[in-house]
């Protein structure tokens, strides 16, 4: 594990680059326009790291999933009262005697995961979610016409399975129905590009 590694394992590093360079507007943004929870909802956060969205999100039941211990002591530590926290890696066959949730929030993950591990997890994800329930991933990507230090940086990223809109998009398609897309260049305080993706079970 390199050094960059290393450091992001660390909570308050984490945190930092996750929500540090983020504009005022684009947790809005994310939670309003993207992520829509309603109050009561059952939410699971697949890769929840710190669960920092907690501060963002109404009363909802709440389950935060993190394969790294560190990040999990953190939340539980912050946010204990408002959710429950394991860790638990995202293809561990385990997860898929969870329940049901309304809202599954994959956040910044599907870039981490190969072709493999992205279509076991939808795999799993489209049992784990509600009829009615909404699946929301969000992720760097490699867009046309993104600024070129945008695209370095998605290169650069720890997680190395950076991937086109159209990337992300086969994958949930694969066992969702995409009903939101947006691509954003907007959202950080450094040129950066997102894809944010809205689905529901077929």
């Known amino acids: ?10 909570p308050l590093v984490y945190e930092l680059l996750t929500y540090g360079l983020a504009k005022p507007d684009t947790n809005r943004w994310l939670t309003s326009d993207v992520i829509q929870i309603a109050p ?8 929840c790291g710190t669960a920092g969205i907690l501060s963002l999100l109404p009363e909802v039941n709440y389950l935060g999933i993190d394969h790294n211990p560190r990040y999990i002591e953190k939340a539980r530590s912050v946010y204990g009262s408002r959710g429950r926290f394991e ?15 309304d809202r599954i929030l994959v956040l910044g993950v599907l870039h981490h995961l190969n072709d ?11 049992s784990s979610l509600s009829p009615s329930g909404r699946l929301i991933t969000f992720d ?20 190395r399975f950076s991937r086109n809109p159209a990337g992300y998009r086969r994958i949930i398609e694969s066992h969702f129905e995409i009903e939101y897309h947006m691509v954003r260049h907007d959202l950080l305080r450094v040129p950066y590009s997102h894809a944010a993706f809205r689905a529901r079970t077929r």
Do not use: Y
């Not at 860790?87 to 949730?101: E, H, I, T």
């Not at 990507?141 to 997680?159: N, V």
């Open 1 to 10: 594990m390199g050094l960059r590694a290393r450091l992001l394992q660390i």
């Open 40 to 47: 009561g909802m059952r939410v699971l956060d697949v890769g």
């Open 87 to 101: 860790v638990l890696d995202v293809n561990d066959p385990s997860f898929k005697s969870l329940g049901n949730f």
């Open 116 to 126: 493999d591990e992205c279509a076991l997890l939808m795999q799993t994800l489209s």
């Open 140 to 159: 760097n990507t490699l867009a046309e016409g993104q600024h070129p230090i945008a695209r370095l940086l998605s290169k650069l990223d720890r997680g």
